[in-house]
């Protein structure tokens, strides 16, 4: 498909000249000042989300220029290639199909008979392997020999099931524990294997490609350590979730539930990758996260550009990074459930966008990926926030609010809301002091996504929403935002110095990393 680069495109050298004669003196308070109609401009409602995005630096001709570069750029074009099927991921050859995971089943569930790269045949897959995961989801909530279920996975492989099973806890059956081990450092897992008993813990090997050095070594000594303790039933006590269930089965695990490799891993949590949250909110629950998620991909697929809150999104982030230089944004969830929510969206936004080629492998001559930093409000207001309000650079935020609590604590509610008010507020408002250090300069952006509740199906709509508003400023900067080559490297390297840990050869390192090596084997 023909994609074309922001800066080959008309619209490009228009935004350039819009940002040359008003970017840099935009004024936040004028705008609303002299337009009454701005909120309501600048705001929309999208499934379960509704945004407002008046308090940022643009404007309805900046605006229309962003859209016209999105129609330039072939960006609708590239939205329906997704949709379609076709191998967007140019540099793995592989499509691209998450949305998919999501899609319900068509009734009755075809069998597909045509080739096994249609879309039918690959829904027809999505829907035989989700059926007996949600059965098994089931089962294991209705065995009560099972208290501990021990996730071990990395990455995409951890962060969405984590990241998700901390925002609904409120859903969650009681009686069951969740834990989360990804990080190599055996500090990790020892803590977790010191609260589980053998008989009553169920493991999930979670790895797509069953191969990531840490997730292995992990399953390894999770493995060693039931044994060890005298259990036997792997195939109660293992389950791997993983494409690769050759692998799997040769690690030793019969009990598999498999993805395809048209699921990339930061975008994996809808697929078998999703069991852990499948486990504590049920089959009903997961099944609303599902749907949740497919209402936002019927919005991205069908609305127009002007009414499609991806899109903006991804437009204006194309619009601070490109013209207002800004390197980051800041996210601030104003519930205490989403604390992964950052991280989460690191993972999304910086692995699939971090990239310095085109999808020709073609220097960039603009900034990609924002570096995607945060923690749950109010708690953020009482550590960085200091430096959103007076620093010297800008960082757009974007808040999080949920309107309806599901606790009945009197008071806590009403106060978070009005400190997630406040501080859009004063970000865009500032306060003149003469003095220097109580001024506050405002005119700082934000946008305001609002849901009704925190729920299973907000919940996917929500993660929906940012996985295509990363695809839209992906596509609006040409490259490939489906692959993750920069982590190989590392891979590499950690190979090599783990066996020179052992031997003690430093010939050929650096003087540094043969310097902290000796000292790390004295
Ligand atoms: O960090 C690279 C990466 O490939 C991520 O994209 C992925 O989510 C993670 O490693 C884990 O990979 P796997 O699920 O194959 O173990």
């Not at 630096?57 to 960006?75: C, R, S």
């Not at 967007?88 to 096994?116: C, G, W, Y």
């Not at 998620?293 to 002007?306: I, K, N, P, V």
């Amino acid at each position: 498909m023909n994609r074309t680069r922001c800066d080959h495109t008309p619209a490009w050298a228009a935004l350039q000249n819009q940002f040359a004669s008003s970017g840099p003196v935009f004024d936040l308070r004028a705008a609303f000042a002299t337009d009454a109609q701005r909120h309501q401009r600048l705001s929309q409602q999208a499934p379960y989300v509704f945004a407002d995005l008046s308090k940022n630096l643009i404007d309805v001709a900046t605006q229309a220029l962003l859209f016209e570069l999105a129609q330039q750029t072939g960006l609708p074009a590239h939205i329906e290639a997704m949709f379609a099927g076709e191998k967007i991921n140019t540099t793995e050859q592989r499509a691209v199909l998450h949305t998919l995971l999501r899609k319900p089943a068509p009734a009755p569930v075809q069998q597909a008979q045509d080739a096994s790269d249609s879309i039918a045949f690959k829904l027809s897959q999505v829907h035989a392997t989700l059926q007996p995961m949600l059965a098994y989801a089931q089962a294991v909530r209705a065995d009560a020999g099972i208290t501990d279920v021990v996730n071990i996975g990395i990455g995409g492989s951890d962060l969405g099931p984590q990241m998700a099973l901390l925002a609904l806890d409120e859903f969650a059956l009681p009686g069951k524990r969740f834990h989360f081990v990804s990080n190599v450092d055996g500090h990790e897992l020892a803590a977790v294997l010191r609260k589980i008993q053998p008989e009553s813990t169920l493991f999930l090997i979670a790895s797509k490609t069953f191969t990531t050095i840490e997730t292995m070594t992990n399953a390894h000594s999770a493995k060693a350590w039931f044994e060890a303790q005298g259990g036997t039933d792997i195939a109660r006590h293992f389950a791997a979730l993983t494409t690769n269930v050759v692998a799997a089965n040769a690690f030793g695990i019969s009990t598999t539930f498999g993805f395809w490799d048209w699921v990339g891993g930061r975008y994996s949590v809808w697929s078998a990758i999703g069991l852990p949250l499948a486990i504590a909110i049920g089959a009903q629950g997961f099944t609303d996260f599902l749907a949740g998620a497919h209402a936002m991909d019927e919005h991205f697929r069908t609305a127009e550009l002007e009414q499609n809150l991806p899109v903006r999104l991804g437009l204006l982030d194309l619009w601070y990074r490109n013209f207002h230089g800004f390197t980051s944004r800041s996210v601030a969830p104003y519930h205490s459930a989403l604390k992964r929510y950052p991280a989460y969206l690191q993972q999304l936004e910086m692995e699939s966008n971090g990239k310095r080629v085109d999808a020709d492998g073609v220097a960039l001559p603009f900034g990609t990926a924002p570096v995607i930093w945060g923690e749950p409000g109010t708690n953020g207001q009482h550590a960085y926030f200091q430096m959103l309000h007076q620093g010297t650079d800008v960082v757009p935020v974007e808040f999080v609010a949920v309107k309806n609590p599901r606790h009945d604590l009197p008071g806590h509610h009403n106060l978070l809301l009005a400190n997630v008010l406040a501080q859009a507020q004063a970000l865009m408002l500032g306060k003149v002091d003469v003095g220097g250090h109580k001024h506050f300069t405002g005119n700082r952006p934000s946008t305001f996504l609002l849901l009704d509740e925190l729920s299973p199906a907000s919940l996917g709509a929500l993660i929906a929403l940012q996985e295509h508003r990363v695809f839209v400023s992906g596509s609006l900067w040409g490259i490939n935002s489906f692959d993750q080559w920069g982590v190989e490297l590392g891979k590499v390297l950690a190979k090599d110095v783990e066996a020179r840990l052992g031997s003690g050869d430093i010939s050929g390192l650096d003087a540094s990393t043969a310097g902290l090596l000796a000292r790390l084997r004295n």
